[in-house]
């Protein structure tokens, strides 16, 4: 499968930006899909999940301001970005695991500027 990113920007601190992910390919509905984000010289960590049952998980960091979810129909995954703070920037990857057979996709990532 292959995913496409958007919505990534600059914004000030305590505004919103919502990242749309598109899949291209099948299965999509099956997938779990999830938001990561990487800053320059540290990790990619996960940011919010979402299972294909809808079961959702996110980051102790984000609770409360982030909302993840899913269009099956679209075959698109969005992250809704509230409250943004400036330790929110990074750039934001998208992720797809298939079960099974088990496979894990990334899209091409989308930068989040958060200005103090």
């Known amino acids: 499968v292959q995913l496409q990113a958007s919505g990534g920007g600059l914004v000030q601190a305590g505004g919103s930006l919502r990242l749309s992910c598109v899949a291209i390919g099948s299965s999509f509905s099956a997938n779990v899909m999830g938001w990561h984000r990487q800053t320059p010289g540290k990790q990619r960590e996960l940011v919010a999940r979402?299972?294909?049952?809808?079961?959702?998980n996110y980051a102790d960091s984000v609770k409360g301001r982030f909302t993840i979810s899913r269009d099956n129909a679209k075959n698109t995954v969005y992250l809704q970005m509230n409250n943004l703070k400036p330790e929110d920037t990074a750039v934001y990857y998208c992720?797809?695991?298939?079960?099974?057979?088990?496979?894990?996709?990334w899209g091409q990532g989308t930068l989040v500027t958060v200005s103090s």
């Open positions: 992720n797809a695991v298939r079960p099974v057979p088990w496979s894990s996709n």
């Open positions: 979402i299972t294909s049952g809808g079961a959702t």
